[in-house]
């Protein structure tokens, strides 16, 4: 499933993340990379994704959550 | 370069705050080379050594995402700096030290700051310094930027570094051949096996604190952040208001004693004028300008330190991702109904030029407060209460509608959709604000906005004399009476007589300077000249005098016309030449008025040409 597709306080792991360079890049610089354990904190519709990993909180605008695929635990 | 220093950190790493603590206000800004990227860097000099440090521009990595990534790598690798100073935040380690990991590539000598121990102390977090040390090879050094007693320890350890260096142990082992994944694995793996045991770490669940559920709720949340910056706003008006006043005193002053003064000395009336009025007037202009930036850095400092802006962001991603901008615009977007100068150097928040320019270039089409206190006068001239506020919401919708050319036109150049890029940003924790720092901070801005203007405004100024100077007094023998009058036939088509067409060019000028403009060439009382610069503090215009006269020979289609184009033209003077000093292109800044000018023209000349039918 797509991190846009995740519920309120989920928890699970990104499985891929989608996308051209440039993007994979500014995710990975920010600590989502494929592996990486998060919770989802809110997610609102037409509002960015709130995501909790790496003890840091995160908002990731809706289109580029579409491309990070995700599985729950 | 000697004793070259170079500042390495990521957003939200106090980078900035470091960088301003140890130069303080001996910085240089201009433009790395071909490039519109700007470069900061200043020096200080401590127990008799000078050192030059150079805050390197970036984002998260150094993988070459952005002309700023780029440069930053090109100038670690070419060994422009002596010693890199890489800041990571103390409270959320494992994934600021990203940075560390793509710096250890590039095999240079560094010292590790670990900022914001504050913070990662309240959340109580402990790290073992002594023993991340061991493991990188390098000096680290647990700080806290916002507070002053630490810097003697910072400059003495960047001192015992730069005479005997030392470079990053180990390096992240990057599989041959591999991905953007495999490489930012193999980093994160490097980072956990430096941290191991350094600082302990577990992903406990998160919960949002109740101020950040309201905040960050769809509806409620968008009011709140609305109202605060709102409130921001007046706090900032009120904080430079004095300010103002002291800048406005200026002309009030100097301009007879000027003027008397050069007169007994026999000199021409030009240099009489210029000096009498011109001067004192520019100065005034910068002293509200840096009075203005103050107040509103002061602010939105403070709304940015405690953790407030980034929120603003996420509210308005969506909304603003529509425009090519994204939700970091919000700030200087809702800061320019009060003052377009303000909302362009509120987007320093934006990361990316190309996408900084095109908000500066959104901003502009915000109608700024000095509008709100002419169109009202002029619309009541000709229109009834109820079609005044008619008038008023259209020219609200057609800002909508500007945006939306303004992001269209420019957006495709500016913020292509293949760098577009989305929102991706961290909310941080809020922190207490450190005011003694803000206070800093602000006046630095200030006073840098003050010196720049001073040499943009004074020359446009000249020019703007050159045209309205009239040995007489009378509007008539000035050149541009003489211009004005040449060109109405075309003018006309635009919907505008010579005389709104002046008032025109004044809106480009200053708002403020409009209705004295009108009455200098509606009324006959005082000359261009005068009204132009000394509108600010003399508005002595007889509204209903000058309401009788403008509507004996404006047409209610004109009028409503040279609203609209007053409104949409270049916002002023002031906010062209900080367009200039923040986007460092006097290219993009030069399309850009070009474009609000022409703008105003084709609207002025279709809303005079429908209100003709119906008028």
Redesign the interface.
Known sequence: MKLTDTKQ?QYGRIKR?GGD??F????????????T?F?T??N?????V?V?????????????AERIEVEIR | MKNAIALLGQPNSGKSTVYNALTGSRQHVGNWPGKTVEKNDGYYTYKGTRYTVTDLPGSYGLSGNSDEEIITADFIKAGQADLTCILVDASQLERSMYMVAEFAAMDKPAVLLLNMMDVAKAQKKEIDHKLLEQRLGIPVLPFTAAESKGYDALKDLLASELENPHKLASAPELPEGSDVHGESEAKYRWIQSVLAGVTHSEQKKFELSKRDRRLLSPILGKFACFGTILVGFLVAMIICFPLMGIGSMIPQLLNVPIADLLNGWNVHPWLVSIFSIILPNTLYFCIAMAGFVFGVNLVFGYLEEIGFLARAAYQFDSLLSGLGLQGKAICPILMGFGCTIGGTCGTRVMDNWGQRMLAMAVVWAVPCASIWTIIPVISSMFFTPWQTMLVILGILLYVVLLMTIVSKVFGRTLSPESTRSGMIMELPPYHKPHWKHIAKEALLKAWDIFKRALRTVTLISLLFWAFSYSGSGNVADSLLYKVGTAIEPVTRVFGLGWRTFMGFLSSAFAKEAVLGVLNAVFVGEGTVLDATFRSAFNVATDNAVLGQAMSDVVSKAEALAFMCACTFNIPCVMALSTTFRESHSLKWTARIAAFYVCGALILSCIVYHIAALFL
Not at chain 1, 24 to 35: D, L
Not at chain 1, 52 to 64: G, H, Q
């Open positions: 306080d993340i360079t440039h994979m890049n500014r995710i990975t610089a920010i600590g989502v990379t494929e592996g354990e919770q904190v809110r609102d519709k037409r509002m960015p709130l909790y990993l790496r003890e840091t909180l995160i908002a990731v605008n809706r289109s580029d």
